[in-house]
């Protein structure tokens, strides 16, 4: 049953969904050329008539602390009229992303509404190659076929291309009269924001997922994401003050090479990683007790060569920094040299390198990874004939 309320005036006129660079920061979410289209969007959107009272539409990175992006962010999805997803292979290919339009579309299927109708106005931001991205792609074309510009090269490059720019404002003009038509002539009541995960339709991709195991002391409960991954202590570790879980990073970068990603809590199993790639990170504070010690001696017996480990503190958090780096010490000590894990100690830091290290652990278990019979008997192979005449000309 949907909870809905009454129709307000100057709702959200659209909601643009995008994925952010892969350095992005609080100071600089988003893409310079996501933002000067967004900018571009609602300016066509005030040329054109309408009755209503108008609010720009919504971007995270409108959003300024200290207030809550999150919070602003479910709040804007939940009002906006027509969702606008950016699309490109990153997009299509993650789980956060689609999380949030899937959420669209059941809104859009509560009030009665297609689920791929007028209120979701995909945009060809920038072409996948993919087949698997061909249905996605051919939706988002619908509003511009004829545009060979926009069709050949997506809105990234004729946002940014003077060469483009005509084709640019044609486009452009097409979307903010879609967004407007929509909203005044049908306009689509709020809904309760979205809480709790939110299920999405699987699509293709690797079959061997990529591990992202924490030990970490245990962690308070979080509120729900939009994310929404199971809730587990991995989940909701974060090292660095006023940061994201740092497994939201690793899953940025793993759905990046179009891999499904597997968040653990570490528990002792020798087999953890020996068919999956992976990434174990350790807050160096549970070597303080005895379990947390015992947990990191059965980690050392899990690793492969194609498990990186990071031992993460936050450096900046004032006070007591010896003892982190005793700590930190003392954790590093645990491995044997084949193995010493890497160190982490600023966030800048942990967001410059684990995409690199995320990459560099695929192609070593692409390059070295196990090859395990399949289960059950043994086939026979199968024989031109079932008793083959003896071999002619060798002595016997």
């Avoid at 939706?139 to 946002?159: E, I, K, P, Q, T």
């Avoid at 990603?261 to 070597?287: E, K, N, Y």
């Avoid at 290290?357 to 395990?372: H, Q, S």
């Amino acid at each position: 049953m949907s909870h809905e309320r009454p129709g307000l005036a100057g709702a959200r006129y659209f909601f643009l969904s995008y994925v952010p660079p892969p350095t992005q920061n609080d100071r600089t979410l988003g893409d310079h050329w996501v933002r000067r289209f967004y900018h571009d969007l609602n300016l066509a959107i005030d040329g054109r008539p309408g009755a209503r009272l108008r609010r720009p539409g919504f971007a995270d990175f409108t959003v300024r602390p200290p207030e809550d992006r999150a919070e602003q962010k479910r709040t804007a999805l939940a009002e906006a009229e027509v969702f606008v997803p950016l699309y490109s292979p990153d997009y299509l290919n993650r789980d956060d992303s689609r999380r949030e339009r899937e959420w669209f579309r059941q809104r859009l299927l509560r009030a009665g509404r297609p689920a791929d109708g007028d209120n979701i106005l995909p945009v060809l931001w920038t072409p996948s190659p993919a087949a698997v991205h061909a249905p996605d792609q051919a939706r988002a074309l619908a509003m511009a076929a004829d545009v060979d510009a926009y069709a050949a090269n997506g809105m990234s490059a004729l946002c940014r291309l003077q060469i483009f720019q005509k084709a640019y404002k044609e486009v452009l003009g097409r979307l903010a009269q879609h967004i407007v038509d929509t909203a005044e002539q049908t306009p689509l009541q709020p809904a309760e924001p979205p809480s709790g995960p939110t299920d999405v339709p699987s699509t293709p991709t690797s079959e061997v997922p990529f591990l992202a195991v924490v030990i970490a002391p245990e962690q308070p409960p979080a509120p729900a994401r939009l994310n929404g991954r199971p809730d587990t202590r991995a989940d909701r570790w974060r090292p660095f003050r006023d940061r994201p879980p740092v497994v939201d990073d690793v899953a940025d970068a793993v759905q990046r090479l179009r891999m499904p990603i597997d968040v653990r809590d570490f528990v002792p199993d020798a087999g953890l990683f020996r068919g999956r790639p992976g990434v174990l990170m350790i807050d160096p504070q549970v070597v303080e007790t005895e379990d947390g010690t015992e947990a990191v001696r059965a980690a050392v017996d899990c690793l492969h060569s194609w498990v990186g480990v990071v031992v993460i503190t936050d450096d900046s958090v004032p006070g007591r920094h010896s003892r982190r780096t005793a700590l930190l010490d003392r954790a590093v000590a645990m491995f044997p040299a084949t193995a010493r894990p890497l160190t982490v100690t600023t966030y800048d830091d942990w967001r410059a390198g684990i995409h690199g290290l995320v990459d560099r652990m695929r192609r070593r278990y692409l390059d070295t990874r196990p090859a395990y019979p399949p289960p059950g008997r043994p086939i026979s192979k199968p024989r031109l004939w079932e008793n083959p005449p003896p071999d002619e000309g060798v002595d016997p």
